[in-house]
């Protein structure tokens, strides 16, 4: 069998997979989810069938025992499948990685340190790579962060005008995520125009549950609309994105809400949900058409938010070759597409309704075909970039 590597994207109760060969094939997939409830689940798909198990999974290392149950009964068989490396997502590297890094005892202390900057993710992420370093314990590790593709970030665009020991003492900067993402997207933006990577100027709009737009130039993000943690930026699913920072003061002296209630409501209660009650993009739409005028804010904010960007990076780069979606409702989403660019014909930028409308799961244009900005639609596989990369980390030694 070709060497394959095994992807792992632990969170606090779940553990998603993929085994993926040196081709880019997926051998396996599956998801080890509701750990340390009462009730676990695991699904499971390989060459040899498929695994729907419901049971309790208590911790990692049971959800990743049972993970290595699900190969040998479905597989493909691990030990047979030429491991090559173990690649972990991590979410965030802080600036102390710009690069994905071998794991070792050091490393796995320096994510630790970092857990301050992501108390929700780094922990989880930490407890998936321990668990595993046991387990295959004969294979390279290997971590790719979430934050490590826009350590390439000139000053001036992540440094905040706040007091430098917040930055010196606390690492109170931007650091971006879903780089992961982009990284594999503007590869193959890049490969659809037809153009080297180091000559193509991209903007990628990342938009998911959660949702980021980046200004890539030549295969470096310049860029990017989250900041020292995933809150800042674009109107999300649950997250308000960009406010007046003072909202936190002003609610403390007129409601007396602490800090900590104002930073749950912002990052778990407010973007798409507040606005239509719901945080479902599918969901908002149809709550749109059914005449709910919060629903058909919702969408407006939404996608003006997201104009603003598309304006500003192209201030940014100069130049732009192409405006890239990609995730969950980038990639499925042509209304928000659409509206989103709408009035951007002096600028190069415009979707052809057709082309948009189309049921396409493949990388494609939804621009005209002369357009002088492309406008594409590129579906993302973090999972394939970070086997891609842990390959050639684990090769390195």
């Known amino acids: 069998m ?21 081709t880019g094939s997926v051998l396996a997939r599956g998801l080890a989810e509701r750990i340390g409830e009462a009730s676990g689940q ?16 208590p911790d990692h290392e049971s959800g990743l025992q049972a993970i290595l149950g699900a190969f040998d ?21 802080g600036d102390r990685f710009a ?3 071998l794991i070792d005892d050091e490393v796995v202390e320096t994510i630790r340190r970092l857990v301050p900057l992501a108390p929700l993710h780094n922990p989880a992420n930490l407890d998936g790579i321990e668990v595993a370093r046991r387990i295959f314990s ?11 593709f826009h350590q390439t970030m000139p000053e001036h665009a992540y440094t905040y005008a706040v007091p430098r020991q ?16 982009v990284a594999y997207v503007a590869q193959e933006a890049a490969r659809l125009l037809g153009r080297e ?21 030549a295969t470096h993000s310049v860029d990017t609309s989250m900041g020292l943690t995933p ?24 409601a007396g809400v602490s800090a900590e209630l104002v930073d749950e409501a912002l990052n778990r209660k407010s973007g798409l949900l507040a606005l239509a009650g719901a945080n479902d993009m599918r969901e908002v739409h149809r709550r749109a058409e059914s005449g709910d005028s919060g629903a058909s804010l919702a969408l407006d904010v939404y996608c003006y938010r997201l104009r603003k960007y598309v304006g500003a990076y192209y201030a940014v780069l100069g130049r732009v070759d192409a405006i890239v979606f990609t995730a969950g409702v980038g990639e499925n989403d042509a209304d928000v597409r659409a509206r989103s660019l709408d009035g951007l014909q002096r600028l190069g930028i415009e979707v052809d309704s057709a082309r948009n409308a189309a049921a396409d799961r493949e990388p494609r244009f939804i621009s005209p075909a002369d357009a002088d900005v492309a406008v594409l639609v590129i579906p993302t596989n973090e999972e394939l970039e970070i086997a891609r990369e842990a390959r050639t980390v684990a090769a390195r030694g």
Not at 44 to 53: I, P
Not at 73 to 93: I, K, N, Q, T, Y
Not at 231 to 254: F, K, N, Q, Y
């Open 166 to 181: 917040w930055q010196r003492d606390y690492g109170v900067r931007r650091y971006g995520f879903h780089g992961t993402s």
């Open 197 to 217: 990577p180091t000559d193509t100027n991209l903007i990628v709009a990342h938009l998911g549950n959660g949702a980021s737009i980046t200004a890539v130039a």
């Open 138 to 148: 004969a294979v390279p590790h290997v971590a790719v962060f979430d934050t490590a």
């Open 99 to 101: 690069d994905p890094v």
């Open 231 to 254: 809150l800042e930026g674009l109107v999300m699913g649950t997250r308000s994105g960009d406010i007046d920072p003072a909202i936190t003061a002003h609610l403390g002296r007129l």
């Open 2 to 22: 070709a060497d394959t590597v095994l992807v792992l994207n632990c969170g606090s109760s779940s553990i998603k997979y993929q085994l993926i060969d040196d």
């Open 42 to 57: 695991l699904s499971h798909a390989g060459t040899g069938g498929e695994v729907e198990r419901s049971e309790p999974i």
């Open 73 to 93: 009964e479905a597989g493909p068989h691990l030990a047979d499948a030429g491991l090559v490396a173990v690649g972990h997502r991590v979410v965030h590297g």
